[in-house]
């Protein structure tokens, strides 16, 4: 397999041509890099804390606001409201 790279302004970017747009008969997808060692343990309600690698103390996940909301979810009732997956999930794309 053969690509050729590019400079993308924060690093490089590197394009294989495939016919098709995706993996054709006899290529074989390159080894996995990394494999993220994650523990999850469930709380009350929505609450979650997760422990991620690289982090010394734990991630805590839940619901607040239009979150809470939308999972119908009293704000009130919550008594500990944290910020949602999907909160990370922005954060991260956004950096």
């Known amino acids: ?9 924060s690093g490089v970017l590197v394009h294989f041509p495939v016919a098709g ?28 804390i997760a422990y991620l690698p690289g982090e010394p103390n734990p991630v805590i996940f839940s619901v607040h606001g239009a979150i809470a909301s939308h999972y119908k979810v009293d704000p009130a009732k919550l008594t500990e409201p944290h910020a949602a997956t999907i909160d990370y999930v922005i954060a991260a794309t956004a950096g």
């Open 21 to 48: 747009g995706g993996i054709t008969e006899g290529e074989i997808m390159s080894d996995v890099v990394y494999v993220s060692k994650v523990r999850l343990e469930r709380k009350v309600g929505p609450l979650r």
């Open 1 to 9: 397999m053969s690509g050729d790279a590019s400079e993308s302004g």
